[in-house]
């Protein structure tokens, strides 16, 4: 499993399908397009292929053979952000190697390197390839820095980290640093974590934790503040300054994006 953590200590957990998901979906994808190549090459030949010029004839059979493995795939993963009939039946989509949205360049350097590692070599490269990367990436995935993530993942509901109500007023005022990603993850996991260790150790590492932590927090927290709820308060405000930080960018695009499409001279 990877993970990105973002700049307010958000960890995503980000889930590489396994080379079985793949390799079944990737089977459900080539047999759907050569079942309708077959279809479109007979409906050609039964309507088309006494009557067209034999030259002409293998231009129209190659043309639907690009579109049908190659056109095809590459607009419907372009425009479902990279799904397919396979990967929906798997739960998987394509996604950049950031976790970010794929495009149409990302798609069509799959798609050409398809030709090679799926359809050319029966699906020989891209099973070899894949079984020997991490993320079950093919030779396509490689080029275009894509990779194969699972959706369909049962997950615990997530524990939000409360304010503690006597350090409400104390977080408001503070001044919060950005801090280190390692410990930003030490930081979520052990809150998400506090009520399955021991209580000597909970303290210990709550204790470990927010001294790292009053490093990058200024003033300090009222005396005789428990490491702990230290560690929830700092947590709290710091997701709360985040959400609103981001509700004010949303709300600066949609009143730029407002102008941008309001009509010349109207007020």
């Not at 479109?40 to 043309?63: H, K, R």
């Not at 993320?135 to 524990?159: F, N």
Request: hydrophobic residues 50%; proline residues 6%; glycine residues 6%.
């Amino acid at each position: 499993m990877s993970s990105i953590v973002t700049g307010e200590a958000v960890v995503l957990e980000l889930r590489p399908a396994s080379f079985a998901a793949r390799a079944l979906s990737s089977i459900i994808d080539v047999t759907a397009q050569f079942v309708v190549l077959l279809g479109l090459l007979l409906l050609f030949g039964q309507t088309l292929g006494e009557s067209v010029d034999p030259a002409l004839g293998q231009a129209l059979i190659l043309a639907i053979v690009v579109l049908v493995l190659i056109g095809v795939p590459v607009t419907v993963e372009t425009l479902t952000r990279g799904k397919s009939l396979g990967r929906l039946a798997m739960g998987l989509r394509i996604v950049r190697d950031d976790g970010g949205a794929v495009r149409f360049r990302h798609c069509f350097i799959r798609g050409m390197a398809a030709v090679l590692e799926i359809y050319m070599s029966a699906g020989s490269v891209a099973f070899i390839a894949a079984m020997f990367n991490e993320r079950s990436k093919r030779l396509g995935d490689m080029m275009a820095g894509t990779y194969a993530m699972r959706e369909r993942v049962t997950a615990p509901p997530p524990a939000q980290v409360q304010m503690p109500p006597w350090l409400r007023g104390w977080a408001h005022l503070a001044d919060m640093g950005r801090f280190p990603d390692a410990l930003s993850r030490r930081v979520s996991r052990f809150l998400s974590q506090a009520s399955r260790l021991s209580a000597p150790a909970r303290a210990a590492r709550a204790a470990e934790l927010a001294d790292e932590v009053s490093a990058f927090v200024s003033p300090q927290p009222p005396p005789g503040t428990r490491a702990e709820d230290f560690l929830s308060a700092v947590t709290a405000e710091r997701r709360d300054r985040d959400y609103a930080r981001m509700s004010r960018q949303r709300e600066q695009t949609e009143r730029v994006a407002r102008r941008l499409h309001r009509l010349p001279f109207e007020q």
